[in-house]
């Protein structure tokens, strides 16, 4: 066998070994992130509250207690967070957002939601702004589909 041959059946096989070992190591840790999601589930509270501001920021910057900062991982503190600013009867407090709830809120609304510590779980809107959400359309005036959203 010639040497090119050899080296590329090595470096195929190292790359299936790899690939493996992702796909094993995704599967467990997609299971305890679904764990997580459904025990913070059972623990969330029902909270009302009015959103004064929310923002895309690190978790240094978001005023969060100092104990949330130390115990996160480290990639974790690089990334931003969705925060929301709100006040809850008459404290104004910082909680971190789920990001598809993120997407459906607005400042300046009163919001009923289901809250785990200092995390929000889902909200729906009291009174306030109806946010429908951004939409691309074509020529055509129907929904245009993002590149991202075509892969998926």
Known sequence: MSPWLIVLLCVLGAMIIALIVLYILGRRTQKKQEQQEE????QAQPMNFFIIDKKKMRLKDAGLPKI???????????GKVPVLKVKVANRVMSLVCDAEVYKTLLPKQEVKAQVAGIYVVS???IRGPVYEGKVKRGKDGKKKESFIDRLR
Do not use: E, G, Q
């Open 123 to 125: 909200a729906k809107r």
């Open 39 to 42: 025990d913070m589930k059972k």
């Open 68 to 78: 949330v900062y130390d115990s996160s991982p480290k990639l974790a503190r690089l």
